[in-house]
C-alpha cells in the first residue's frame, strides 16, 4: 500500500489512473493507444512531482520527513554497511531498540554506527518505541562511542526520530543526565563524527547523538527544537497552528545550511527519498564516506578542538 | 539625608507597585498560610511556616550566595537579537526588548564573581523573570563567558539554573546551546576546577538536559521541580497521573541524580565547605604527621 500525502492528491489521482490503464492493458493485449496514454500520464506525473517537490512548504517537508515509507536507520545499514554485527545494551540498566548501535564496513572502512530506528510496521514500531530512546539508549549510545574512541573507529550516526521518550521510566533514570552526558562523549572523543539527519531531527533527543564534526542532511529532512505542534500550542496556544510554526521555525535543511548549524545537504529522488529509496540511500553513503575521507588522519586533540570551536561559532556574528 | 531618600524612594516605591500589587500579603502554596511580604522577604522568600521554597529574584539569590550579600557582576557579551526575525503571536524581538526593559537585563543569566565562605568563585544565575529563564544564543554565551573567567582566575563555576528549557523563538539556535553550554562545563572541567549545580525551581528541558546535569556535584533546592520532559507531556504520552512527589528535587535525590537536597538558607554553608574541601586541599595551618604514618599506609594490602 503507498502511501499518499495531503499534497500529493494531484500525483496520486494520476498514478490511480495509470494503475487502471495498465489492468486494462492485460486483458486488451493490443490496444496501442492505452500504452501511448500510459506513458504520457507517466511523464506528466514526474512533472508534477518534481514541481511539486521543488518548493514544498516547512510543513510539507514535515509531512515528507515523517513519512511511513520514508526508509529509515535500519534500511541503511541494510544497504550501506557490511559485516553488521548488532551491539546491544548499556551494561548498567538494558537494552533499548530504539537505539541501533553496531560494528561494521563502510566502503570496506571499520566504522562505528549509532542511529535511531523508527521502525517500518506496527510490530517493528513497537519494537523500536518508534524511534524514541530512553535513558538506556543513550548510555548505550556513549558506551560505542567510547568504544569507537578507544579502537580509533570513526563513527556515523543515523538520527530519525520524534524526540526522546517522555515516561516516569525515563525521568527515573535520568533522561537529562543520559542525554546531557552522550553530548559530552560527542565532545570528548577523538576520532571523527558524521551525523545524518535521515527524516526527523527532534530536539534534545537527536543532539544526543548528533554532535558531530561533519552535520549531513537528507534535502526534505527537517531538524528542530520542538515540534512544530508542540511549538504552536505553546507559543500561539493552539495545536492547529503547526503549519504557521513550522514556517517561523526555520526547521528545513535549506534554512539551517544558511544558518550555519549543518554542512551539507543530500539530494533526494524525485518525490522524496521513499520513491527511490535505493539511490537514496546510495547518495547518502557516498556523502558519509567523503565526509570520513575528509576528517580522517587528523590528530585527536586538533580534531576535538575543531569539533568544540565549530559549536562556539555557531549563533555568533561573524568576528 | 535627603538625597539618599529621595534617591532610595522611588526605586523601592516602583518594586513594591510592581511585585505586590495591593495587598502586601501573599499565600503560601505549600500550606496557604497568608504572610506578609516584607517576613516573606527577610526569610528569603520560604515560607516561615512550612518551609516551602518560593522562587526568589536573581539579583537576591546571587546576594544569599556570596559573603557579605557582596559581588561584582560581570559585563557579558552582546549577541544577535532576534537571528530568526521570528514572531508567533508577537514579534520576539517586541518580547525580547518588553523583558530587557523590565529588568535592566540583556537576557536571562547573571554572571557574578565574589567569596562564598571565602572561597572565589564565579557564579552564573538564571533570572527566571526573563522570558522563563529560558535558553537562547546570550545564556549559551553568558555561561562561555563564566567558564572562561573561571580559567583564567582559576576558580570554582557555580550555575543555578531557573529555566523553562529553550528559547523556542531562537529555534535551532536554541537547541544549539545544548552542546555549546556543555563545551563550557569541559573548559571548566579540563582545568580540574570544580563546577557545581544549583539546582532551583524550575529546571527542565534543554537546560536539564545538557550543562545542568554535568555538574561534578549537584546540589537541589528543597522542593524545586527538576525535570526532563513536562509533566503535561508525560501524562499525555503514558495516559496516567504522575506520582506524589514527581520530578522534586527529593525525588532526584532518591534516583540518583542529585547529591544533596538542602535549603535555601543553608545553601551558602553547604556550598562554602564544598568549595573549601575543593580548593584548599592542604590548609597551610594543618600539622603533617611525619614518620610510620606512610610507610604503614604502604603496607597494608589493597582491599
Ligand atoms: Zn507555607
Redesign the interface.
Known amino acids: 500500500m503507498q502511501t499518499f500525502l495531503e499534497f500529493e492528491k494531484p500525483i496520486a489521482e494520476l498514478e490511480g489512473r495509470i494503475r487502471d490503464l495498465k489492468s486494462l492493458d492485460g486483458t486488451s493485449a493490443h490496444d496501442v493507444s492505452v500504452s501511448d496514454e500510459v506513458r504520457a500520464l507517466e511523464d506528466k506525473v514526474h512533472k508534477l512531482l518534481r514541481q511539486t517537490y521543488a518548493k514544498l512548504t516547512p510543513w510539507q517537508k514535515v509531512m515528507v520527513a515523517r513519512h511511513p515509507s520514508r526508509p529509515h536507520c535500519l534500511d541503511y545499514i541494510d544497504q550501506l554497511i557490511d559485516d553488521f554485527v548488532l551491539l546491544a545494551g548499556d551494561r548498567l540498566y538494558g537494552e533499548d531498540e530504539a537505539v541501533i548501535g553496531g560494528l561494521g564496513r563502510l566502503n570496506g572502512r571499520s566504522v562505528m554506527v549509532i542511529g535511531l530506528e523508527k521502525g517500518n510496521d506496527t510490530a517493528s514500531r513497537v519494537k523500536h518505541n518508534f524511534g524514541m530512546a530512553k535513558p538506556e539508549g543513550y548510555r548505550k549510545a556513549q558506551r560505542l562511542m567510547r568504544m569507537a574512541d578507544q579502537f580509533g573507529l570513526p563513527i556515523i550516526t543515523l538520527v530519525d526520530t520524534a524526540g526522546a521518550y517522555p515516561g516516569i521510566a525515563s525521568e527515573e533514570r535520568g533522561q537529562a543526565e543520559a542525554i546531557a552526558a552522550s553530548i559530552q562523549t560527542c565532545l570528548r572523543v577523538g576520532v571523527p563524527i558524521v551525523s545524518v539527519i535521515l527524516g526527523e531531527g527532534g530536539s534534545g533527543g537527536a543532539i544526543a547523538i548528533a554532535t558531530a564534526d561533519q552535520i549531513i542532511m537528507l534535502e526534505h529532512s527537517v531538524y528542530s527544537v520542538i515540534s512544530p505542534e508542540g511549538c504552536a500550542s505553546i507559543l500561539w496556544r493552539a495545536g492547529d497552528k503547526a503549519q504557521e510554526a513550522a514556517q517561523a521555525m526555520r526547521l528545513t535543511a535549506q534554512d539551517l545550511k544558511e544558518m550555519g548549524v549543518i554542512d551539507t545537504i543530500i539530494d533526494e529522488p524525485v518525490g522524496g527519498a521513499h520513491r527511490d529509496v535505493k539511490s537514496a540511500i546510495a547518495a547518502v553513503g557516498a556523502s558519509i564516506s567523503a565526509a570520513i575521507d575528509s576528517l580522517s588522519g587528523k590528530d585527536a586533540d586538533k580534531l576535538k578542538k575543531q569539533r568544540r570551536d565549530k559549536y562556539l561559532a555557531m549563533g555568533r556574528p561573524a568576528p | 539625608m535627603n538625597w539618599l531618600t529621595n534617591f532610595v524612594r522611588p526605586r523601592i516605591s516602583a518594586w513594591v507597585k510592581k511585585d505586590v500589587p495591593q495587598n502586601l500579603w501573599v499565600k503560601c502554596p505549600g500550606c496557604e498560610a497568608q504572610i506578609h511580604h516584607r517576613e516573606l522577604e527577610e526569610n528569603l522568600q520560604v515560607c516561615p511556616h512550612c518551609g516551602h521554597h518560593m522562587r526568589i529574584d536573581a539579583a537576591k539569590r546571587l546576594a544569599l550566595m556570596f559573603d557579605e550579600g557582596r559581588y561584582d557582576e560581570v559585563e557579558l557579551p552582546d549577541?544577535?537579537q532576534d537571528?530568526?526575525k521570528?514572531?508567533?503571536?508577537k514579534r520576539y524581538s517586541d518580547r525580547l526588548k518588553a523583558a530587557q526593559a523590565s529588568s535592566g537585563r540583556k537576557d536571562a543569566m547573571i554572571v557574578a564573581r565574589g567569596t562564598i565562605k571565602g572561597t572565589h568563585a564565579i557564579v552564573a544565575a538564571f533570572d527566571f523573570s526573563f522570558m522563563g529563564g529560558s535558553m537562547g544564543?546570550a545564556v549559551?554565551?553568558a555561561l562561555?563567558t563564566a567558564a572562561k573567567l573561571a580559567v583564567m582566575q582559576e576558580c570554582p563555576l557555580v550555575v543555578v539554573p531557573a529555566s523553562g528549557g529553550?528559547r523556542?523563538?531562537?529555534?535551532?539556535?536554541?537547541?544549539?546551546q545544548?552542546?555549546?553550554t556543555?563545551?563550557a562545563?569541559?573548559m571548566v572541567k579540563d582545568k580540574r576546577l570544580p563546577y557545581i549545580v544549583v539546582l532551583t525551581d524550575p529546571t527542565t528541558?534543554?537546560v536539564?538536559?545538557?550543562?545542568?546535569?554535568?555538574g561534578d556535584i549537584h546540589i537541589a533546592e528543597s522542593g524545586a521541580m527538576i525535570?526532563?520532559?513536562?509533566a503535561r507531556?508525560?501524562e499525555e504520552?503514558?495516559r496516567e497521573k504522575?506520582?506524589e512527589g514527581?520530578?522534586r528535587a527529593e525525588y532526584l535525590r532518591e534516583?540518583?541524580?542529585v547529591d544533596i537536597v538542602t535549603t535555601r538558607h543553608e545553601l551558602p554553608t553547604v556550598l562554602g565547605r564544598l568549595l573549601d574541601l575543593l580548593m584548599r586541599q592542604r590548609p597551610p595551618a594543618e600539622v603533617v604527621q611525619l614518620s610510620t604514618d606512610k610507610a604503614a599506609r604502604k603496607a597494608k594490602p589493597a582491599g
Open positions: 549577541v544577535p537571528p530568526l521570528f514572531r508567533d503571536l544564543t549559551g554565551e562561555v529553550a523556542m523563538q531562537e529555534s535551532i539556535l536554541s537547541l544549539m545544548m552542546p555549546r556543555t563545551i562545563v569541559e528541558g534543554g536539564t538536559a545538557s550543562f545542568a546535569m554535568l525535570g526532563f520532559a513536562g507531556v508525560i504520552t503514558i504522575l506520582p514527581f520530578q534516583h540518583g541524580m
